[in-house]
């Protein structure tokens, strides 16, 4: 089993930028595919981003537009969301997500293990 705490999130004006970093506990973090999803309220979680085990290859909402950056460090059993150009509909809790397979898939019923959230809220 895999642990993942979220982190980064809180309040930032539109056109700002933050970093959410994803924290696991675990020696097998690399056998994961990894997803961040989000999720306002009243609406059901949304895929925004996923990275394969290795990092090579990754996947985007369309919502994401180009602002948006994934990454994984393996060896800091980490992985990232760089959000940049924020909107105000960006505002939800952010989750990670770890899948035990090689590509990420953009379902949420697809990932067994899930953070507890991080609140993004942006500004109008």
């Known amino acids: 089993q895999v642990q993942l705490v979220e982190s980064g999130g809180g309040l930032v004006q539109a ?3 933050l970093r959410l970093s994803c924290a696991a506990a675990g020696r097998t973090f690399s056998s994961y595919a990894m997803g961040w999803f989000r999720q306002a309220p009243g609406k ?6 996923g990275i394969s085990r290795s990092g090579v290859s990754t996947d985007y909402a369309d919502f994401v537009e180009g602002r948006f ?7 800091k059993n980490t992985v990232y969301l760089q959000m940049n ?3 105000p509909e960006d505002t939800a809790v952010y989750y990670c997500a770890a899948d ?13 293990y899930w953070g507890q959230g ?3 809220t942006v500004s109008s």
């Open 44 to 49: 059901e979680r949304e895929f925004v981003a």
């Open 69 to 75: 950056t994934i990454s994984r460090d393996n060896a």
């Open 118 to 120: 991080t609140q993004v």
């Open 15 to 17: 056109g700002g930028s």
């Open 100 to 112: 035990f397979t090689f590509v990420p898939g953009r379902a949420p019923y697809e990932y067994k």
């Open 85 to 87: 150009s924020l909107k």
